[in-house]
Nanobody, 124 residues
């Protein structure tokens, strides 16, 4: 599976962005999908996760109520709608695919494939 993330950019605090991650291949619906972010000098942290069917989601506390993860299996795409952005949301955002969940979906080690990352910069 190859993942291509897009949609990052520069936005003012309080603004919105929508990230997209499109997967190659015909098995997209077999993967749980996560969005992670990594700020300079910090670890890569989970932002949100959605299961294969889209029926279950998880959000980090820091983004609950502001971000929404969704997926369209017909388009092989997962989205991250980000509203009420804050300067502390500034990071490179990565999408990732998890074929079988053996551990925690919050751990980067759980995921099998990664996109290249897209930079989100929120100015104050």
């Amino acid at each position: 599976v190859q993942l291509q993330a897009s949609g990052g950019g520069l936005v003012q605090a309080g603004g919105s962005l929508r990230l997209s991650c499109t997967a190659s291949g015909r098995t997209f619906s077999s993967y749980g999908m996560g969005w992670f972010r990594q700020a300079p000098g910090k670890e890569r942290d989970i932002v949100a996760y959605i299961n294969r069917s889209g029926s279950s989601t998880y959000y980090a506390d820091s983004v609950k109520g502001r971000f929404t993860i969704s997926r369209d299996n017909a388009k092989n795409t997962v989205y991250l709608q980000m509203n009420s952005l804050k300067p502390e949301d500034t990071a490179v955002y990565y999408c990732a695919a998890d074929r079988f969940t053996y551990g925690s979906i919050r751990s980067p080690n759980e995921y099998d494939y990664w996109g290249q990352g897209t930079l989100v910069t929120v100015s104050s």
